[in-house]
Nanobody, 128 residues
Framework: VQLQASGGGLVQPGDSLRLSCAASGSTMSTYAVGWFRQTPGKAREFVGAVSKSGISTWHPPPVKGRFSISRDDAKNTVYLQMSSLKPEDTAVYFC??????????????????????WGQGTLVTVSS
């Protein structure tokens, strides 16, 4: 599977932005998907995940209540809706996928090493 992340850009603090992760070469419904972000000199940080079934999602405390991950398998796309953006949300955002087989369809993957497939990243800059 090839993943294409898009939707990044320059926004002001408090604004909202929706990132998209489109799959090609395979169907997104095969995979559990996660979003990560990275700033220069820092390790990649997990910001959200959705299970293969779409039933389960999870966001870590720094973004919980502001970020929301969702999937539309008919469009072969996973989204990261971000609201109330802060300057510290500035980063390159990556989507990642891992193939899931039953019975793990409702499991969210939150560890970077669990994801073998990665998109190229999209830059989000939050600045006034």
């Amino acid at each position: 599977v090839q993943l294409q992340a898009s939707g990044g850009g320059l926004v002001q603090p408090g604004d909202s932005l929706r990132l998209s992760c489109a799959a090609s070469g395979s169907t997104m419904s095969t995979y559990a998907v996660g979003w990560f972000r990275q700033t220069p000199g820092k390790a990649r940080e997990f910001v959200g995940a959705v299970s293969k079934s779409g039933i389960s999602t999870w966001h870590p405390p720094p973004v919980k209540g502001r970020f929301s991950i969702s999937r539309d398998d008919a469009k072969n796309t996973v989204y990261l809706q971000m609201s109330s953006l802060k300057p510290e949300d500035t980063a390159v955002y990556f989507c990642a996928a891992t193939e899931v087989i039953p019975p793990e369809v409702d499991t969210v993957m939150i560890i970077e090493s669990e994801y073998p497939y990665w998109g190229q990243g999209t830059l989000v800059t939050v600045s006034s």
